[in-house]
């Protein structure tokens, strides 16, 4: 497993990989922020699971991040790149 911190920019996803910002570190788990295929942003759980950090819940289990003060560090790191 890779290790990551806070503001850690990940591939998520073993196939279909989506590009995510680590927002906070939990016991066995880590939250991303992400921008789904329309540009908004999305923060969802993560873990490593057979080689590959996946998407608790599916990857369209994303709930929204733009005007979530905490995630606004991370959100502005995804559109600037």
């Known amino acids: 497993m890779e290790q990551i911190v806070p503001g850690s920019v990940i591939m998520v996803g073993k196939n279909e990989q989506t590009r995510s910002v680590v927002s906070a570190i939990r ?25 590959a950090w996946e998407f608790l819940g ?4 994303g709930r929204p991040a733009d005007r979530d003060g905490r995630l606004e560090p991370y959100v502005k790191m995804l559109r600037v790149q």
């Open 27 to 51: 016991p066995g788990r880590a939250e991303v922020v992400y921008l789904d295929q329309t540009g908004r942003a999305l923060h969802q759980e993560i873990e490593w699971r057979k080689g």
């Open 58 to 61: 599916g990857s369209h289990g």
